[in-house]
T-cell receptor, first 113, second 113 residues
């Protein structure tokens, strides 16, 4: 596989469930990102990881918990979400210092019921 | 701080019409500029980029020229197709900000057959 792969593509979960989103990149990049895309809102950067270390957390509620075990994998653990958390969650990766931009995955469409 | 402003959508055109989506930016230093496209149900894909003044990025019939004097990077296509219907994001990355990418709010494009 090449590029950035996100699983699952679609997820429906109740407000009391715990689930995880997975992102994997096969590009040898050293930075990974989680974005939230809600209808009629700008892209929201949630978390940034460089060389597995979290370098940015944009005031994201603690019900979202990221994990980056190595530079190729990124997870977003979800628990006790709210209906307003329903959105498309996008993962991206980049090679910092190259100026080539980000490569995005296809996203996970999350619905909280 | 760095920012990107792009025209509000949606933009609706007939097939074979000429397309312009305006984008202007504010940045310190010499940013790289990008256009990303998001097709329905997908993540963002890099459409084209330019890394220095007067560079022209091009791909799939789309073009954009890096204009430092007007701080603009307008997207153009001479003859649009129904398959170009998507959301288009203008973006910049600044080498003195670890290549962090700033996205515009996106412009939705509808092409009518």
């Amino acid at each position: 596989e090449t590029g950035v792969t996100q699983t699952p593509r679609h997820l429906v979960m109740g407000m009391t469930n715990k689930k995880s989103l997975k992102c994997e990149q096969h590009l040898g990049h050293n930075a990974m990102y989680w974005y939230k895309q809600s209808a009629k809102k700008p892209l929201e950067l949630m978390f940034v990881y460089n060389f597995k270390e979290q370098t940015e957390n944009n005031s994201v509620p603690s019900r979202f918990s990221p994990e980056c075990p190595n530079s190729s994998h990124l997870f977003l653990h979800l628990h006790t979400l709210q209906p307003e958390d329903s959105a498309l969650y996008l993962c991206a990766s980049s090679q910092e210092g190259q100026g080539w931009g980000y490569t995005f995955g296809s996203g996970t469409r999350l619905t909280v019921v | 701080g760095n920012s990107v402003t792009q025209m509000e959508g949606p933009v609706t055109l007939s097939e074979e019409a000429f397309l312009t989506i305006n984008c202007t930016y504010t940045a310190t230093g010499y940013p790289s500029l990008f256009w990303y496209v998001q097709y329905p149900g997908e993540g963002l894909q890099l459409l084209l980029k330019a890394t220095k003044a007067d560079d022209k990025g091009s791909n799939k019939g789309f073009e954009a020229t890096y204009r430092k004097e007007t701080t603009s990077f307008h997207l153009e296509k001479g003859s649009v197709q129904v398959s170009d219907s998507a959301v288009y994001f203008c973006a910049l990355s600044s080498p003195n900000r670890d290549d962090k990418i700033i996205f515009g709010k996106g412009t939705r494009l509808h092409i009518l057959p």
